[in-house]
């Protein structure tokens, strides 16, 4: 038994404390479920399981409240997965071995992270009423191998000779694609408070490149992406049903998740990249999109130049670079931009991202 993608939209995608700020989790993810749904014209009451990617939330099953939100049945018990920025990604994998084992024919999947309402993390410490604050968990058992992002994305790029210029070269195109694009995106965009478009999109400029603040090295804050609130979902079914049904379909020829040296995290994708591609004997000169996560322009670039996959190809519609990075859900975004390109244009399609601590996930698609 086969799978298949049968619908995908997403929300715009807004920066932390922006026009999405006010909405929780489920009041993201509720009406793209929701959505997705109406454009394949699945009944909630068909729906076997819901999947959903989640990296900064309160813990509980987020995917509970978006199941019971959109109104699938109780029955439906809702998973919820933490692989922080792979994890949207590896949500749609988790529905395709669903699938493919006879144990679901329609699950709703994908991702969702509100930035804005992050709770705050403080560490109990043995033998003190004090609570320590802490930002971002460790990602490795060894403090000396768990580098700040930034900083492993400048330790990549200087591995591999990316300048400041490639990666802002990189940034400034990637908002230029999703500009010219901007129309066409919004066949996958969920309106939710009026929010139509990705705000964060606009004309930047090399000056405005120059002048942006360094993070670590030739890493920068116009090469970098924002951190962002956004929610994205598809509804995949297994292939028997799909051939009733009359609606744009892409198929998951495959998907890998693999570890890889968590010092440079940014190219984790990579292993994973070649992995799925040579398991179904698909060469990079074969695909026709590739979507690959754009946390930092090195990364990026590192991943696309690693994988040999043609610049031309490289997200299209614009990057996280010109939207913004809602970590739990930038997977789904992923593969929700892959969904509309390859409907309108079949071939393969090859999404890609990493995680900290070494991580990368690609998946394979064809229409």
Request: glycine share 8%.
């Amino acid at each position: 038994m086969n799978s298949v993608i049968v619908a995908a939209k997403r929300t715009a995608v807004a920066p932390r404390g922006g026009a999405l700020s006010a909405l929780s989790l489920h009041e993201l993810a509720a009406p793209v479920v929701k959505a997705c749904l109406a454009q394949c014209g699945i009944e909630p009451s068909q729906v076997d399981e819901i999947i959903v990617g989640n990296a900064l939330g309160a813990g509980g099953n987020p995917a509970r409240l978006v199941g019971l939100a959109a109104g699938l049945p109780e029955s439906v018990a809702g998973l919820s997965l933490d692989r922080q920025c792979c994890s949207g990604l590896d949500a749609l994998l988790i529905a395709d071995a669903l699938i493919r084992s006879g144990n679901a024919r329609i699950v709703v999947v994908g991702g969702v992270e509100s930035y804005s309402q992050r709770p705050h993390r403080f560490r109990t410490i043995p033998g003190s009423k004090d609570l320590q604050v802490y930002d971002q968990p460790a990602f490795t058992p060894w403090p000396d191998r768990d580098p700040d992002m930034a900083e492993a994305a400048q330790a990549l790029a200087v591995s591999l000779g990316i300048d400041a210029q490639q990666q802002d070269d990189w940034a400034m195109e990637s908002h230029q694609k999703a500009r010219v694009s901007n129309q066409r995106l919004r066949e996958e965009i969920v309106a939710l408070n009026d929010l139509v478009s990705d705000p964060f999109t606009r004309d930047l400029s090399l000056r405005t490149c120059h002048r942006a603040k360094r993070i670590a090295g030739s890493i920068s804050t116009a090469n970098t992406a924002v951190a962002a609130d956004a929610a994205g979902f598809c509804i995949v079914v297994a292939d028997d049903l799909a051939r009733t049904m009359k609606v744009p379909q892409v198929r998951i020829v495959g998907g890998q998740t693999l570890g890889a040296n968590p010092d440079f995290p940014g190219s984790a994708p990579v292993a994973a990249m070649r992995q799925v591609m040579k398991a179904r004997h698909v060469s990079a000169q074969e695909l026709r999109f590739a979507e690959i996560m754009e946390a930092y322009a090195a990364q990026a670039i590192a991943c696309m130049r690693l994988a040999e996959i043609d610049p031309a190809i490289v997200n299209v519609g614009g990057g996280a670079l010109a939207r913004g990075h809602p970590i739990g859900a930038s997977g789904a975004i992923l593969a929700v931009r892959l969904f509309t390109e390859l409907t309108q244009t079949s071939g393969y399609g090859l999404a890609a991202i990493a995680a900290a601590g070494g991580l990368g996930t690609a998946l394979l698609l064809e229409a």
